[in-house]
């Protein structure tokens, strides 16, 4: 693993998701020369925003890791700078190729398949068998590190392999591309890029929310792919009917196609995610422990990923084989955060014994106003405190669809406005799940 991927992987857990995938994921490792790292960006922009606003972010990774580094500099693409003979480096970088936009373990095979990603995964392998004749387009959503992004980028691996024109872009680098044309009298180019496509991946779609001109453009964007046949796959934190200031034309274009989503991994497949994911970094990972960190970690994968990693970095620095008891004493803080986390079961319970009736009444067929009003008290939280998705919470409500969630939660987030003694019993539940 060279410097730069290090620091990645210290950035990703200190920095937001959303700054992660649209400033650090597209820089690219290129030399060393004595103590001073150079990384490859795209363009100008990356530079001065690395410089402006994660010179601090790198400053503490340089002091936290031992790379003998210590500074970093950029290189813009596609000026190359030629390393010292001796000097570690790597080929260099077109940023323009599909390839270079995409991260290289984000591929179908390392992408571990459960109940909770089977639907999203066919899907993906569908259309990245036939693109724009499967599903198009095709809308990928659920919460945060739950592999949207690694499902998005596999389809381009795989489609870029058939040597298709295609663009992986978060909607963070689509809004300073087009911000960039408008102000520099270059949007007949930014047209030009985005139109004449076969490919258009767009992660963190959800960040077009409230954005005039960014939803005005991806309006003209769709229209001229989709009538050109052309493939486009979407990724965002949530449906297009949970996007908020979302413009009704591209709401229902979002929704032309397939919309699948992804949740929370059962045990089966956290347990396969943490061994894959040792395997990936050299290391075999005991059966116990392994089971050990996926009974005891709630989150997404993401979360799981982290936990394995301060593990594997600990053995590897330590010299300390790993074992239950050492992954319970070096994760000990994490596991019991974890273990502080609320479920929609625990909403249920509490929900339950405020209104004086039974967990499962919740989840009965009853259109009681007995049972109605605190299913939609229960829906609300599971949405607000256990961060669940509208499909997941309406699984665990007896089959609910999600229209019916989304409107429960919408009627108390309305009626909370107004309603005091709904805010009071709010305020408690809230305390209680605390």
């Not at 095979?109 to 693109?131: C, K, L």
Request: proline residues 4%; glycine residues 6%; neutral net charge.
């Amino acid at each position: 693993m060279n410097p730069w991927e290090k620091i990645r992987e210290h950035l990703q857990g200190r920095i937001s998701p959303q700054d992660y995938s649209s400033w650090v994921e597209p820089a690219r490792f290129s030399h060393v020369e004595e103590d001073v790292l150079f990384v490859r960006v795209p363009n100008k922009m990356f530079r001065d925003f690395y410089e402006q606003h994660f010179a601090g972010d790198l400053q503490q990774a340089l002091r936290a890791l031992p790379l003998g580094i210590e500074r970093i500099e950029f290189l813009e693409a596609p000026a190359a700078v030629p390393a010292k003979k001796g000097a570690q480096s790597q080929a260099v970088f077109d940023f323009d190729s599909p390839l270079a936009q995409l991260n290289p373990r984000y591929k179908f095979e390392t992408f571990i398949v459960g109940p909770s990603n089977q639907f999203a995964h066919a899907a993906s392998d569908a259309v990245a068998r036939n693109p724009s004749k499967a599903y198009n387009p095709l809308f990928l959503y659920g919460g945060v590190g739950l592999g949207k992004t690694h499902l998005v980028q596999a389809i381009g691996h795989a489609l870029a392999e058939r040597r298709l024109r295609i663009c992986y872009v978060t909607t963070n680098q689509f809004v300073h591309e087009m911000i960039n044309s408008i102000r520099y009298d270059r949007m007949i180019s930014f047209h030009d890029r985005y139109r004449n496509l076969d490919v258009l991946l767009v992660d963190d779609i959800h960040f077009v929310s409230g954005k005039e001109r960014t939803q005005e453009e991806f309006f003209h964007t769709f229209n001229a792919l989709y009538e050109g046949q052309k493939q486009m796959v979407f990724a965002s934190d949530r449906s297009p009917k949970e996007i908020p200031q979302l413009e009704e034309r591209l709401r229902s274009r979002f929704e032309w196609g397939l919309m699948a989503d992804l949740q929370l991994p059962d045990l089966e497949t956290k347990v396969a995610i943490l061994m894959r994911k040792a395997e990936l970094h050299g290391v075999t990972l005991p059966d116990d422990v392994a089971l050990l960190i996926a009974s005891k970690m709630h989150g997404n994968v993401r979360e799981l990923e982290g936990a394995l990693t301060r593990l594997l970095a600990y053995s590897s620095l330590t010299g300390v084989e790993i074992r239950v008891g050492m992954a319970q004493q070096v994760l000990k803080g994490t596991l019991a955060a974890q273990e502080r986390l609320v479920n929609i079961e625990a909403v249920q319970q509490v929900v339950a014994e405020e209104f004086r009736i039974r967990p499962a009444d919740l989840k009965a067929r009853s259109n009681s106003r007995k049972v109605v009003y605190p299913r939609q008290v229960a829906m609300y939280l599971c949405r607000e405190m256990a961060a669940a998705s509208l499909p997941e919470i309406g699984r665990a409500f007896g089959g609910k669809h999600h229209t019916t969630v989304l409107h429960s939660i919408e009627k108390i987030q309305e009626s909370k406005k107004t309603n005091k003694e709904l805010t009071r019993v709010l305020n408690k539940l809230t305390d209680l799940l605390r």
